[in-house]
């Protein structure tokens, strides 16, 4: 299905409505103008004509008046009849002032007053040119008998009465022309289709130059709206750098000030405990303290390495070398019984990064992956990606675990969050820290089908 709900897809949609529906409206009331403004025009040429040939063949008042008479029957023909040659003519007849027909193209009328419109027949009589377009004409006159033809253009021209100045003065009579509306259909018709033409034309340049202002003001809008967003995306990240930073320098300087004294007491215990003069339920506090010491400088080291994240090397580094050393490293730590695939490029591929601080991002997913399911494979994988309009590439280590809710991915990359007893909390948000010290990003998934996919997208270039 067509989706309309983007804005230019919205506009371009309400916009050719607008121009159809301007156009069909245009046309047809431009239809109405067109038909009246050429009746009106032929009105004025059949009266030009009708006092033109009365004046050429003198018809006078007495013409109009003694109509039965040969000879007025014989002028009045010769004066008028030439307008039934006429194309589309209908039918004629000319009315005297008593509106009387005193001759027509058809001689059943002669001596009738039938007329359709009486009010315009008086009105031509006042001198005046009258033009009415009959769907379906009916003539009715002062019998009992009407007849009906077919739609027809009815045009009343008053005839004034010829001075020998060529000076016109009285009305004498009026001619009534029935003329078939064919040709005048036709020439609206063409009229019509020409102005729908021009209004279309028109309507879709018109259209062509708003929808493109409109695209390039909406994809201007889209931009500063992305721009925005990164810079704020940015904003946060770069709060977020400071802030493990800052949080890195307090734990590390906390983390000295204890190791110095818990080395020391580490110390004094071994001493002690080998004192054979001591009982053996001495020896066995000692132990027990000699223990915890170990355990609590074992925890301090690894806070020392949240510093160790704010200082880096960056060097021309091959993502699969890394990839694979980190692998060799992770089984002479835990053992080669971990099954961990590796999906490598055929292609060498490059990025400028510090190459210690990138494996032990990895290393601490993996390590993740492992004690998510001890018994299944860790998938690692590189693939090639864009992220905001940069090239780069997305490494990512896929474990067959139980995943997270989103309540525990709300959390993730918190400082000091874990959901393993003993854990420290501080893998992810290291690797967070190292991902954005090289202008890159971490995501973590929980897979529909079961397990965790956690990735660090690094830009293939050097951070900008």
């Not at 009815?154 to 100045?165: H, K, L, T």
């Amino acid at each position: 299905m067509l989706n309309v709900t983007t804005p230019p897809r919205l506009f371009a949609i309400v916009s050719l409505f607008m121009i159809v529906v301007m156009v069909i409206v245009t046309g047809l009331t431009q239809a109405l103008f067109f038909r009246q403004s050429i009746i009106d025009r032929e009105s004025v040429i059949v009266g030009d004509m009708a006092n033109a040939l009365a004046h050429e063949h003198s018809i006078s008042v007495a013409d109009m008046e003694n109509y039965s008479n040969a000879s007025a029957a014989k002028h009045l023909l010769e004066g008028f009849g030439p307008i039934s040659q006429l194309s589309g003519t209908q039918r004629i007849k000319v009315f005297n002032r008593d509106y009387t027909i005193a001759w027509s193209n058809d001689p059943g009328m002669l001596g009738t007053k039938q007329t359709t419109h009486i009010g315009d027949l008086m009105r031509a009589m006042n001198g005046e040119i009258r033009a009415v377009f009959n769907s379906e004409e009916t003539s009715l006159g002062t019998g009992d008998h009407s007849s009906s033809t077919a739609e027809s253009i009815e045009i009343y021209a008053p005839i004034f009465e010829a001075r020998q100045d060529r000076s016109t003065t009285a009305v004498i009579g009026v001619l009534s022309l029935s003329r078939s509306p064919l040709a005048l259909n036709q020439t609206i018709r063409n009229g019509l289709y020409l102005l729908w033409t021009v209004i279309g034309i028109t309507g879709l340049i018109l259209f062509s130059a708003l929808y493109k202002l409109f695209t390039l003001v909406y994809s201007r809008q889209k931009l500063a709206e992305l721009r925005f967003t990164k810079l704020s995306a940015d904003h946060d990240h770069i709060v977020q750098l400071e802030k493990l930073s800052a949080m890195g320098e307090i734990v590390s300087e906390i983390a000295h000030q204890i190791n110095n004294p818990l080395v020391g007491v580490i110390n004094l215990a071994q001493v002690a405990e080998r004192d054979p003069e001591i009982s053996e339920k001495t020896r066995r506090l000692l132990a027990a303290i000699e223990k915890s010491g170990i355990e609590c400088s074992d925890f301090v080291q690894r806070l020392l390495r949240l510093n160790q994240a704010a200082r880096s090397e960056p060097q021309s580094v091959e993502i699969n070398d890394l990839v694979r050393d980190t692998i060799a490293f992770f089984h002479q730590t835990f053992g080669k019984h971990h099954a961990l695939t590796f999906t490598e490029s055929d292609q060498r591929l490059m990025i400028v990064a510090d190459p210690v601080l990138i494996r032990h991002a990895l290393f601490n997913f993996v390590h993740n992956a492992i004690l998510a399911a001890p018994d299944q494979p860790v998938l690692i994988s590189l693939a090639a990606e864009y992220h905001e309009g940069m090239s780069g590439y997305l490494l990512s280590v896929t474990d067959c675990g139980s995943g997270f809710n989103e309540e525990t991915a709300k959390k993730l990359f918190k400082p000091f969050f874990t959901t393993r007893p003993g854990g420290t909390g501080l893998g992810l948000s290291v690797a967070q820290f190292i991902a954005m010290k090289h202008g890159g990003t971490v995501r973590a998934e929980s897979l529909p089908g079961g397990g965790a996919r956690f990735s660090i997208w690094l830009p293939s270039g050097p951070k900008p």
